[in-house]
């Protein structure tokens, strides 16, 4: 039996039991849930960064399958491939996933599916530094306590595309089961310390990345169009994670969803102006997005 330890435990998110418990629940209940949910979800989108900055934003994602599903078989998780540049997406083949809140289980079933339609290739050492999967799977077991997982980290290729469009065949063998897919991206990167200031530097610019550059990504996964969205992402970078977002808008999309719905949108600009009074020349943009 193969675990993937964590490796942002206590870095992005708390790295001891109670205190993670804890601010899963702050992380809660600093949103204000939406109050028009559709009947069914069966896909979000969803950021990485570290808690601080993210969680909230992340909570609402998985507050709302909540409040719609009170019980979620397998949450397949497609991540950004921060640090994996095969062509094709990569899962992680271990037995289980460790986090402060415990192990958790693959759905082997889904993939083995996923392996022999050579739609994923197993390579568990892809996922050994990546985070975006991680920081998301101490929500899932604290709401969903029974559910599994799938991690799969997606590069932003037409195969990612593929890749979610095969979740309406895999509906028809696990009929009966309940699944969700995530896909974990942060928007547009934004300052001097990523390299990218296309409109300068300063308030303005700022405002730019979030109202413009953000505002394209979101309103094409809210229309389900994932290889619009994936070129966007290409000629505009506004996401790090454009394989990962794709695959679940194109998943959506094959599940019968006909538009997205907006939850959240923020930057940690205005998360650190709000929780510490201070401001940067730097912003990554967040954003919850349902199907």
């Not at 601080?52 to 599903?69: C, E, M, T």
């Not at 009929?175 to 310390?193: E, Q």
Request: charged share 20%; hydrophobic share 45%.
């Amino acid at each position: 039996m193969e675990t993937r330890e964590p490796i942002v435990a206590g870095q992005f998110y708390p790295g001891r039991h109670d205190s993670c418990v804890a601010e899963i629940k702050q992380c809660l209940a600093e949103q204000t849930p939406a109050k028009s949910l559709p009947e069914t979800i069966v896909a979000g989108i969803v950021p990485h960064a570290g808690w601080a900055f993210s969680g909230p934003v992340a909570a609402l994602v998985f507050s709302a399958i909540k409040q719609r599903h009170e019980k979620v078989d397998s949450f397949v998780i497609f991540g950004a491939a921060h640090g994996y540049f095969g062509p094709i997406p990569a899962l992680d083949d271990s037995d289980f996933w460790e986090t402060p809140l415990g192990s958790v289980g693959i759905d082997e079933m889904i993939a083995d599916w996923l392996l022999d339609k050579e739609l994923v290739v197993a390579d568990s050492l892809a996922h050994k530094g990546e985070h975006s999967i991680e920081v998301q799977i101490p929500f899932i077991q604290h709401l969903f306590p029974e559910a599994q997982i799938l991690p799969i980290i997606v590069p932003p290729s037409e195969q990612a595309i593929l890749l979610g469009e095969a979740f309406g065949d895999i509906m028809k063998f696990k009929a009966g089961k309940k699944i969700v897919c995530i896909g974990s991206t942060d928007l547009t990167h934004y300052g001097p310390r990523y390299g990218f200031t296309p409109m300068g530097t300063g308030a303005k610019a700022l405002q730019w990345a979030g109202s413009v550059n953000d505002k394209e990504f979101i309103d094409l996964a809210l229309k389900l169009e994932p290889e619009s969205l994936l070129n966007n992402a290409a000629e505009k970078s506004n996401a790090c994670g454009p394989g990962a977002a794709a695959a679940a808008v194109a998943a959506a999309k094959k599940l019968g969803s006909e538009h997205g719905l907006l939850l959240a949108h923020t930057n940690s600009n205005e998360i650190m102006l709000e929780k510490m009074g201070a401001s940067s020349e730097d912003s990554v943009g967040y954003a919850a997005i349902i199907f």
